[in-house]
């Protein structure tokens, strides 16, 4: 009877859980595998919702928790969060010795679990890498692809990418994005069954959301952080306009985070929205009924982009974060103008429903990363093919 394999999943951040849930679970509960979780950063964090919370509530156990970011939401605190993320994970690696180290995406303190691991001689994978978008996450993804030993891709797209920075074939998997899974088991009851102000709390005016709402999740671009707070503001003032009543989530920890939330929290203040409501984080099922009952879905996360495609969600992408990125039908991009935002959001909202894309995946991505982590060959090796 052969040993486990001790795979080791590190997340970092609110949308990181959402990113991989799926592949936990199914790691979870394969035969060969042991599932080694450790939850770390903003993930720790209640400013930013307190993911952890949630993924202990889903009945994962968590194997060690990493506290690494530092203050400052600017460019020298992300550098020196991620220093901090290489000393801390490699002394939980040296415990945990694990056979695999998955690397989540594209955030920066995932370089701090692709470069521990390296060094350490352990075996990297990697989900999402191959995809373009905006800011600092275009140089971390394909960092962290060049450092992986194993590729799970989301699109046919991000595999040709992967095979042409030099990867080998044989190690690029195109299992689709776990987000997508999470997507699919949403639609199985899709009807929002719940009330987000009485489960969730949040801040702000209690809203009636029966004749429909509006969801905001903009975060900073962190090459134009110091406009943070004048694009935030952009959008607050475009949103109040519609009137539509509106859940608008707090942003992700990144340089500029701090003038995204200052100018949410100054503007709460001077005009006193009396259609919105802010929340920090929610359960990532009910986040995505949440979305799937909306008018639309305003703002620059990159859920519009998957998710939103998947399920059939209308989505005013903003600004630059995503730009490059693969879309589906269902998403119109503008620039940071009131003007611009308004008129794509009352267009999206009075377009009815746009075709559902399945070019991130159709929801098995979970099963497929778990069936390669049991079975592929363990290499640390890499030559660069041409």
């Not at 690494?68 to 010795?97: H, Q, R, W, Y």
């Not at 429909?212 to 952009?234: C, D, F, K």
């Amino acid at each position: 009877m052969s040993l486990k394999r001790n795979i080791c999943v590190v997340v970092t951040a609110r949308p990181s859980y959402s990113r991989i849930k799926t592949a936990l679970r199914a790691i979870d509960k394969h035969p060969n595998l042991e599932l080694q979780l450790i939850v770390a950063g903003s993930a720790l964090l209640d400013r930013y919702g307190t993911a952890v919370n949630y993924i202990e509530k889903d009945g994962f156990h968590v194997k060690e928790r990493v506290f690494m970011v530092l203050e400052g939401e600017n460019p020298t605190s992300m550098a020196k969060t991620t220093g901090l993320g290489i000393l801390e994970l490699a002394t939980v690696f040296d415990n945990l010795n694990p056979d695999i180290v998955i690397s989540i995406a594209d955030r920066y303190e995932t370089m701090a679990t692709a470069l521990a691991a390296s060094y350490m001689n352990i075996t990297l994978a990697h989900v999402q890498g191959g995809e373009v978008t905006g800011n600092i996450d275009e140089k971390v993804r394909h960092a962290v692809t060049k450092l992986a030993d194993l590729h799970f891709v989301a699109s046919e797209k991000a595999k040709e990418r992967v095979i042409k920075m030099g990867e080998h074939p044989e190690s690029v998997y195109q299992t689709g994005c776990p987000s997508i899974d999470l997507a699919a088991s949403a639609l199985d009851r899709p009807k929002l069954d719940f009330d987000p102000q009485e489960k969730y709390g949040g801040v702000g005016t209690d809203l009636d959301l029966s004749d429909g709402y509006i969801v905001v999740m903009q975060h900073p671009v962190t090459t134009e952080y110091a406009s943070a707070r004048q694009h935030v503001t952009q959008t607050l003032e475009a949103v109040s306009e519609i009137g539509k009543p509106t859940l608008w989530f707090w942003p992700n920890v990144d340089a500029g985070s701090d003038g995204t939330s200052t100018g949410i929290r100054a503007y709460r203040e001077i005009h006193k929205p009396t259609n919105i409501r802010f929340f920090k984080n929610m359960e990532p099922v009910d986040f995505l009924k949440l979305l799937y009952n909306s008018r639309c879905l305003i703002g620059n996360s990159s859920v519009g982009i998957r998710e939103c495609a998947f399920l059939g969600v209308p989505v005013v992408n903003i600004g630059s974060r995503q730009a490059g990125r693969e879309r589906g039908a269902n998403v119109v991009d503008v620039d940071y103008q009131v003007e611009a935002i308004m008129q794509a959001a009352l267009s999206q909202m009075n377009g009815g429903r746009p075709a559902v894309s399945t070019i991130y995946g159709n929801g098995s991505a979970g099963e497929r990363i778990a069936e390669v982590l049991a079975q592929t060959e363990l290499r640390i090796d890499k030559k660069l093919t041409y």
